[in-house]
């Protein structure tokens, strides 16, 4: 395979792309996943996240253009390049190659690009399982919008799959960072699985909505482990919420999942649900401060 510059690497993918040339698309990416690598390798970070950003900018054409064969194999090296950023320290790398890969997965979705946006949920997965004692609590919230948005654009297309992918990865974070104690982090996560969860319970996914339900409930006993109150009361509200609307769509699994899962927390008590509720907004705050930064729309 011929060996293209960076210039010429970046032309190529676009009109290959826009002409839907699946060959010449692939040649372009080889190359310009080569350029980055090695300018991870020569300490060149600032010049390695320029050409992540062309990779990201040709695999986003090509998920609205519904080459799927394409979008997965940028997911793929963009995911490369991620672990090379890591293992080279180079952390603003690995975040942009990260939230490249996160949106890659949403602009699959809302194309119905399910093998697509299934990849990317796995990629990121991988990246955060590779190096979760790097992610800070911006990155960490970063990463659950992402699972996030994936799992909310793949319920709005009819893949509970991608749903269940989303919903999965999305609950292992808040069982984490459950783990370590951070509060912050944990009720964000539970914020976005409920997201999830109200859109899988309005398309009728009782599958996806038993595996939200489930995936609170693990979070939750963790936090009550913990002594995380406030996380412990928002699996609390999420699980009712969930399964009130399971009830409505007569989702009869999901509603038992729900209400066997709200047992556990029963004996979670609060003095001041307004002061909860100011708390959580605030946490919400932050996430579209984040969400804004990543230039999700």
Not at 118 to 134: D, H, S, Y
Not at 165 to 172: F, P, R
Request: aromatic share 6%; charged share 25%; hydrophobic share 45%.
């Amino acid at each position: 395979m011929i060996t293209l510059n960076e210039a010429e690497a970046v032309e190529v993918n676009l009109s290959a792309v826009d002409e839907g040339d699946e060959n010449r698309a692939f040649q372009a990416l080889d190359s310009l996943t080569g350029i980055a690598a090695d300018f991870l390798s020569e300490n060149e970070e600032a010049d390695a996240e320029r050409v992540i950003l062309s990779i990201e900018n040709g695999a986003q054409a090509a998920a609205e253009k519904e080459m799927e064969l394409v979008t997965i194999n940028s997911i793929l090296s963009l995911g490369k390049l991620a672990r090379k950023a890591a293992d080279n320290g180079f952390e603003s790398a690995l975040g942009k190659a990260s939230i490249a890969i996160g949106k890659l997965g949403k602009t699959a979705a809302v194309h119905s690009l399910e093998a697509g946006s299934k990849v990317a949920a796995t990629t990121l997965m991988e990246i955060w399982n590779f190096f979760p004692e790097q992610w800070d609590q911006e990155k960490v919230i970063s990463f659950s919008l992402l699972f996030k948005e994936i799992g909310t654009s793949a319920a709005r297309q009819g893949m509970e799959d991608v749903v269940l992918s989303a919903v999965t990865c999305l609950g292992e974070i808040g069982k984490k960072v459950a783990a370590k104690s951070l509060e912050l982090e944990t009720v964000s996560s539970l914020l976005l699985l409920e997201e999830i969860g109200k859109l899988a319970a309005e398309n009728y996914f009782d599958e996806a909505l038993s595996s939200t339900a489930l995936s609170i409930e693990d979070i939750g006993k963790l936090s009550v482990k913990k002594g995380l109150n406030d996380a412990a009361l928002q699996c609390q509200w999420a699980l009712e919420t969930l399964r009130v609307q399971a009830e409505e769509k007569v989702l009869n699994n999901s509603s038992i999942v729900a209400e066997v899962a709200l047992d556990n927390f029963k004996d979670v008590s609060y003095t001041d649900s307004e002061e909860k509720v100011e708390k959580f907004q605030v946490i919400k705050t932050l996430q579209k401060k984040i969400q804004s930064n990543m230039k999700i729309q």
